[in-house]
């Protein structure tokens, strides 16, 4: 009978001490949000010209491989980053890149302007980039490719690619060879509070370009760049673009769209509270004039405030930037259904409404209201060619649909 008493009291105490060691391995809701690891306590170096990109890897790799949330953080300082590609899948979906620094790329164009990219994240999901500026320095680059000479493409200085669940909250874009900030293959990014800040004069350097991606929303932001403050391409839909400043740049524009003949669209689109100073464009969509299966619609730019805009409401359809080699074909992408309401304040151009759609395939359901634009004090024009639509309330300038 004692030695069953014993040996029942002993099986209690091993399945007592079993389940003590399995919870003290499971890490604890406060551990679970405190892993961090600082790329300074990896070897990066805060002094701009040290090669530093070994330990953002390293951080990376170290968060990435968590199995609770975790945090890369990166110090005051600027840190000399050659390229780094932060790729997944994770084992966790709570990561988060904390920025107080500035992270610099390399000042010769020669190093990674053909590398297409500068900094990627790839394959990711629920990683939150807070804060932070990204410092390209392109301006040497920009200065090649203007004088005419024989330059490197240039790499975009961040690139957000088949990820999902992401956030981009605070960062700053300075200075990028290309594209600022491109998000392709995506679904479910936000981004806020992001400042891009480029030379009037830069090409090709897209404020925030989006490509095949679902559900993308840009707020509370400040675009100033040499190309498209915002550009949205081929297979993007179920867009929310919010309280944007832009300018300089080439405004906000869907496309360009029919490049290619098999080519996805665009469709619902949200573009309100905005607005544009000296762009040259306000609220556009662009196509090549060529065939094409692709098309933009259910479109609304709501809200917007034009100060000196060359081009505040434009639809062109025979678009070719430079006007060579333009294929002057009819263009197959189809636009329907583009409401535009309540945009008011100042063309630098006569004409402030043009529509210049497609021979082949007309807009259609085009909706203008409340729209008032002037020129010089005086109203300002309409055009139209192959557009089709209504306009109600305010019409200035009077409409050509």
């Known amino acids: 009978m004692a030695e069953l008493i014993f040996n029942t009291c002993l099986n209690y105490l091993v399945l007592a001490l079993s389940i003590f060691m399995l919870l003290s391995e499971l890490p604890s809701p406060a551990n679970a949000a405190s892993v961090q690891y600082n790329v300074v306590s990896l070897g990066a170096i805060a002094d701009g010209k040290t090669d530093s990109s070994k330990a953002f890897l390293s951080a990376w790799a170290s968060a990435c491989r968590s199995t609770s949330a975790a945090t890369v953080y990166v110090p005051q300082g600027r840190f000399l980053v050659q390229s780094a590609s932060f790729d997944g899948p994770c084992k966790n979906s709570a990561i988060t890149v904390g920025i107080d620094g500035t992270l610099v790329a390399p000042s010769d164009y020669n190093v990674n302007g053909n590398a297409g990219n500068w900094i990627v994240l790839r394959h990711v999901t629920g990683v939150s980039v807070i804060g932070g500026t990204l410092d390209g320095q392109g301006t040497s680059l920009w200065a090649c490719k203007l004088s005419g000479k ?50 009037g004069t830069s090409p090709n350097t897209d404020g925030i370009h989006v490509s095949a991606s ?46 290619d003949q098999q080519e996805d669209g665009v469709q619902n689109v949200t573009v309100k509270t905005v607005t ?13 004039a060529r065939p094409s299966s692709s098309f933009a619609r259910n479109i609304l730019f709501q809200h917007a405030i034009m100060n000196n805009v060359e081009n505040p409401i434009i639809i062109d359809q025979n678009y070719c930037p430079g006007n060579s080699g333009c294929p002057n074909q009819a263009s197959g992408v189809r636009v329907s259904d583009v409401t535009y309401q309540d945009i008011h304040g100042t063309s630098a151009t006569e004409v402030a409404v043009k529509f210049d759609c497609s021979s082949k395939y007309p807009c259609t359901g085009i909706k203008m209201q409340d729209v008032k634009l002037s020129y010089r004090n005086q109203v300002a024009t309409a055009s139209c060619a192959h557009a089709g639509g209504t306009a109600s309330g305010t019409e200035q300038p009077s409409s050509c649909l």
């Open 150 to 199: 024989s330059c490197p493409t240039g790499a975009t200085n961040l690139l957000i690619s088949n990820s999902q669940n992401i956030l981009v909250s605070g960062l700053s874009s300075l200075n990028s060879q290309m594209f600022h900030i491109v998000i392709n293959g995506c679904q479910n990014v936000k981004m806020q509070g992001v400042k891009v800040s480029a030379s």
């Open 214 to 259: 679902i559900g993308v929303t840009i707020l509370n932001s400040k675009i100033g760049t040499g190309d498209d403050c915002v550009s949205i391409g081929p297979g993007s839909n179920n867009l929310w673009i919010e309280n944007v400043a832009c300018g300089p740049g080439h405004g906000i524009s869907i496309g360009s769209l029919g490049k």
């Open 276 to 288: 544009f100073t000296g762009t040259q464009n306000g609220v556009r969509i662009k196509s090549w």
